[in-house]
C-alpha cells in the first residue's frame, strides 16, 4: 500500500556570526583530535539514499511504509527489532561513504527514554568523527527543547527549532561560553547571534534514530530539510552542522544569561551539554513523532545532569560488539 511521503518538515537554528564588537578576543577551538569523515564547515556532496531503504520511501516521495517498521494500516512499529536494526545499518552505510566507523549502540539503548536516545545518537555522530562528546541532558534545557515539538495553539503535528529565551540562565555561577573570532578591521564577533548555541528539530519521525538519519544523512538539497529545497539555499545541511558544531571546550568569552553582554576572563574549560525533546503522540514513539535537541557550552559549576554520556559508555555506546 503505497502513500504520500510523510513531510519530513525539518528546522535548524544556525549557529552563524553575529558581529558583537568586544575589545579582545581568542577563538577557542574544541581541543585537538584526529577528525574523521565530514566536518562543518564541509559538508557532503549529496544526500545519502538509506540501504535498507528502512521506511520503505522512495526518492520521487512514494512511500510503501510497511515492513519492518510499519504495519499494513501505515502504523508504526516501534517494538520492531528489525526496523531498528534497518535504521542502524543504514546510518552505518551511510556513515562508512564518510570514512566513518559503524554506530555502537548502548545495550539498554530500547529502554531509554527518546530524550535519552538522542543524546546518544548526536554523541556517536560526534565521536566517531573525532569531535568531543556532550557530557549529559540538562534538566531545563530539556525544558526548551520539550517546548519546542509542538507549537501552542497549532495544530497537532505542528514543531518549531526550540531557542533560548532572552534572560535565560542555567544557575548561579554557570555562564555559557561562546565561540567567537576575529573579522576584518580588528572587531570580534561571537557564533549564534549572541546565543550560546544552536538547535535543531524533526517532525514526522517514527524514532530517534530515524530522525538522526534525517538530520546527518538526508539534509541536502531535494532531502528532507524544508530549508534546502535548492542547492545552495542557506539552510541546507543545517542541522547535520549543528549535531558537528564546534562547540568551545574552552572559551574566554561567557555570558551569564542570554541577551546579557558577553565578558571576557581568563581561559577556562568549558563542558557541553544539551536539551532534547520528544513528541510521541501514540505514547509510545509515533507515527508523528517529532524531536528536537539544543546545544550549548557553559563555564563554571556543572547544573544536574539527566543523562550523561558517561551512562551510555558504561553500558557499551561506541564499543563493538563481542
Known amino acids: 500500500m503505497a502513500s504520500q511521503k510523510r513531510a519530513r518538515r525539518l528546522a535548524a537554528k544556525r549557529v552563524a556570526p553575529a558581529g558583537l564588537l568586544l575589545a579582545l578576543a581568542l577563538m ?22 538509506p540501504r535498507p531503504n528502512y521506511s520503505g520511501c522512495k526518492e520521487n516521495g512514494d512511500c510503501t511504509e510497511g515492513p519492518p517498521c510499519y504495519s499494513s494500516t501505515l502504523a508504526a512499529v516501534f517494538d520492531s527489532a528489525a526496523c531498528e536494526q534497518g535504521e542502524l545499518r543504514a546510518i552505518d552505510d551511510a556513515r562508512a561513504k564518510e570514512g566513518v566507523g559503524p554506530m555502537h549502540l548502548p545495550s539498554n539503548f530500547n529502554s531509554l527514554s527518546a530524550d535519552e536516545q538522542l543524546l546518544v545518537t548526536v ?3 560526534r565521536v566517531g568523527r573525532g569531535l568531543p562528546p556532550f557530557q549529559g541532558i540538562v534538566e531545563s534545557l530539556d525544558s526548551l527543547a520539550q517546548a519546542g515539538t509542538h507549537v501552542a495553539g497549532q495544530r497537532p503535528g505542528t514543531f518549531e527549532d526550540p531557542s533560548f529565551p532572552r534572560g535565560f540562565s542555567l544557575g548561579a ?16 564577533s561571537c557564533d549564534g547571534s549572541g546565543q550560546p548555541g544552536a538547535s535543531i528539530a524533526a517532525g514526522d519521525n517514527i524514532s530517534a534514530l530515524d530522525a538522526d538519519y534525517d ?18 539555499a ?3 545541511w543545517g542541522h547535520r552542522d549543528n549535531i558537528l558544531g564546534r562547540y568551545p571546550t574552552q572559551t574566554r568569552f561567557v555570558s ?3 541577551g546579557a553582554s558577553l565578558s571576557v576572563t581568563a581561559r577556562r574549560p568549558a563542558t557541553l551539554v544539551m536539551g532534547a525533546g520528544a513528541l510521541e503522540p501514540n505514547g509510545a514513539g509515533g507515527p ?6 539544543i546545544f550549548a557550552s557553559i563555564v563554571g559549576p556543572q547544573p544536574a545532569f539527566v543523562y550523561t554520556w558517561k551512562q551510555a559508555l558504561a553500558a557499551g555506546a561506541n564499543a563493538p560488539a563481542a
Not at 28 to 49: D, E, Q, W
Not at 173 to 185: I, L, M, P
Open 28 to 49: 577557542a577551538g574544541v581541543a585537538a583530535a584526529k577528525i574523521h569523515g565530514t566536518v562543518p564547515p564541509r559538508n557532503p556532496a549529496a544526500n545519502v539514499a
Open 123 to 125: 554523541d556517536l555522530e
Open 173 to 188: 555561577g554557570v555562564a555559557f561560553g561562546y565561540r567567537c573570532h576575529q573579522e576584518t578591521g580588528g572587531t570580534y
Open 215 to 232: 538530520w546527518m544523512y538526508d539534509d541536502g538539497p531535494g532531502g528532507s530539510n524544508n530549508d534546502c529545497r535548492t542547492r545552495g
Open 234 to 236: 542557506r539552510g541546507c
Open 256 to 258: 551569564t544569561a542570554w
Open 288 to 293: 508523528q513523532g517529532n524531536f528536537t535537541a
